[in-house]
């Protein structure tokens, strides 16, 4: 079965410093994966996806994402870190020979500190 | 720009009463996706159409019918509202690979 876990509810940074947000997957063929984001009261909005080639994906806002196959993991990472950047994050997965349907993580709320 | 918009961002209704929540995109893409988002649980899918009047089941469909006789919208049908389907409603289109979402619908059920 496919699945998605994001295994930390929260994370806290302080601004300036590097973030990740951890993400892993299972699906039984290639997966297709994307992150998106969430501020209060609105929509998601996306942010990079891993598709093929280069497992280094750069994506909206100085985020990227490194998808990683022997880990199943495409955890989203940023060098150095806004307060603007605190909201809620959200991890899917789409195996390539699905239809259309994204397997959603439960999301993680980023808390940027000044 | 991809333009997703929903009829209401907020909405409060009466239990039993039928609810109607509508969703246009503006860029012609074929697929459409209606979600509801809880907290702790994430995006969970509702009901997803791939053409226009096609329609497949997602995760949770019980108690929600949608609608798709135009390409551009995709309608979610609450028959007879519970206060269990107090939530965020989510739309979203897609044509390959990434979904574009509108700005969400709160529905409260009193």
């Known amino acids: 079965a496919q699945s998605v876990a994001q295994p930390e509810d929260q994370v806290n940074v302080a601004e300036g410093n590097p973030l990740t947000v951890k993400c892993t997957y299972s699906v039984s063929g290639n997966p297709y994966l994307f992150w998106y984001v969430q501020y209060p009261n609105r929509g998601l909005q996306f942010l990079l996806k891993?598709?093929?080639?280069d497992n280094l994906v750069k994506g909206s806002y100085g985020f990227e994402a490194e998808f990683n196959k022997s880990q199943t993991s495409f955890h989203l990472k940023k060098p150095s870190a806004l307060v603007s950047d605190s909201a809620l994050y959200f991890c899917a997965v789409r195996d390539e020979d699905s239809n259309y349907q994204l397997i959603w993580g439960a999301g993680t709320k980023l808390i940027i500190k000044p | 720009d991809v333009k997703v918009t929903q009829s209401s961002r907020y909405l409060v209704k009466r239990t039993g009463e039928k609810v109607f929540l509508e969703c246009v995109q503006d860029?012609?893409?074929?697929?459409m996706f209606w979600y509801r988002q809880d907290p702790g649980l994430g995006l969970r899918l509702i009901y997803f159409?791939?053409?226009?009047?096609?329609?497949e089941k997602g995760d949770i469909p019980e108690g929600y019918s949608v609608s798709r006789e135009k390409k551009e919208r995709f309608s979610l049908i609450l028959e007879s509202a519970s206060t269990n389907q107090t939530s965020m409603y989510l739309c979203?289109?897609?044509?390959?690979?990434?979904?574009?979402f509108g700005p969400g619908t709160r529905l409260t059920v009193t």
């Open positions: 159409s791939y053409d226009v009047k096609m329609k």
């Open positions: 979203a289109s897609s044509w390959r690979y990434e979904q574009y």
């Open positions: 891993y598709i093929t080639g």
């Open positions: 860029m012609d893409h074929e697929n």
